[in-house]
C-alpha cells in the first residue's frame, strides 16, 4: 500500500498569508505512460463532505479560487494557499489515485492566527 | 443537478449487519465508476471500496474484504453496501463519491452515520 504522510498536522496563519501543506507519498504517485502525477487534493470544511480542489498534482477543479495551487512530483507534494481567507478553514487531505487501495493523508487543518 | 444521498445506516450491534444504499441523480450513473469512502467520528478518510461502471472489477480495502460487498444497479442508478459482521470500528461515516474521469472523487453524497455499539 502507498502511505501517504502530510505535514504539518495543522497550522496556523493570518489572514492574506500563505498556507503550505506537505503531503509525502511513500512510493512515486507518476505514471511513466502519460507523465501525470496521480494525486489529488481535497478540502473538507466542518459538517461537509471533501470537496476537490486539484487533481493530477496541479489541476485547479473547476470553480476553484486561484490563490489555491498544487505543485510537486514523485513522490513530494504541495499544496499552497497563496492568501488565506476566513472561508478556506477547513482540514486538507491528500489522496493517491495511482494504485488500489486508494491512501489518504492524515490531513492537516488550518486555522486563522 | 448531480447528486448523490446515502441511506441505511443505523444503530447496530457487533456482529450485526446493515445494508447502505446511494441513489445517484443528475447523471448517467451507469457511466461511471463508484466508490464507498468513510470516516470515522473526528478522523481522517479511509477508502473502503470500488466497482466499475459495469460491476465487472471489484476491490476493497483489507479492513473490510470478506465481510462488506459493494454491488450497483445501473437501472436504479444506485449503489450498495452490504455490511456483515460489523465491528466497533466499522463506526464511522459512511460517503459513496463517484470517480471523475481523472480518477479523483469528484462527487460526494452528504454520508450516512454507521455506529457499531452494544
Known amino acids: 500500500d502507498i502511505v501517504m504522510t502530510q505535514s504539518p498536522d495543522s497550522l496556523a496563519v493570518s489572514l492574506g498569508e500563505r498556507a503550505t501543506i506537505n503531503c509525502k507519498s511513500s512510493q512515486s504517485v507518476l505514471s511513466s505512460s502519460n507523465n501525470k502525477n496521480y494525486l489529488t487534493w481535497y478540502q473538507q470544511k466542518p459538517g461537509q463532505p471533501p470537496k476537490v480542489l486539484i487533481y493530477?498534482?496541479?489541476t485547479r477543479e473547476s470553480g476553484v479560487p486561484d490563490r489555491f495551487s498544487g505543485s510537486g512530483s514523485r513522490t513530494d507534494f504541495t499544496l499552497t494557499i497563496s492568501s488565506l481567507q476566513a472561508e478556506d478553514v477547513a482540514v486538507y487531505y491528500c489522496q493517491q489515485y495511482y494504485s488500489y487501495p486508494r491512501t489518504f493523508g492524515q490531513g492537516t487543518k488550518v486555522e486563522i492566527k | 443537478q448531480v447528486q448523490l444521498v446515502e441511506s441505511g445506516g443505523g444503530l447496530v450491534k457487533p456482529g450485526g449487519s446493515l445494508r447502505l444504499s446511494c441513489a445517484a441523480s443528475?447523471?448517467?450513473?451507469?457511466?461511471?465508476?463508484m466508490s464507498w469512502i468513510r470516516q470515522a467520528p473526528g478522523k481522517g478518510l479511509e477508502w473502503v471500496s470500488y466497482i466499475t461502471s459495469s460491476g465487472t472489477t471489484i476491490y476493497y480495502a483489507d479492513s473490510v474484504k470478506g465481510r462488506f460487498t459493494i454491488s450497483r444497479d445501473n437501472a436504479q442508478s444506485s449503489l450498495y453496501l452490504q455490511m456483515n459482521s460489523l465491528r466497533a470500528e466499522d463506526t464511522a461515516l459512511y460517503y459513496c463519491?463517484?470517480?471523475?474521469?481523472?480518477?479523483?472523487?469528484?462527487?460526494w453524497g452528504q454520508g450516512t452515520m454507521v455506529t457499531v455499539s452494544s
Open positions: 443528475g447523471f448517467s450513473f451507469s457511466d461511471y465508476y
Open positions: 493530477w498534482a496541479s
Open positions: 463519491a463517484r470517480h471523475g474521469t481523472s480518477g479523483a472523487f469528484e462527487i
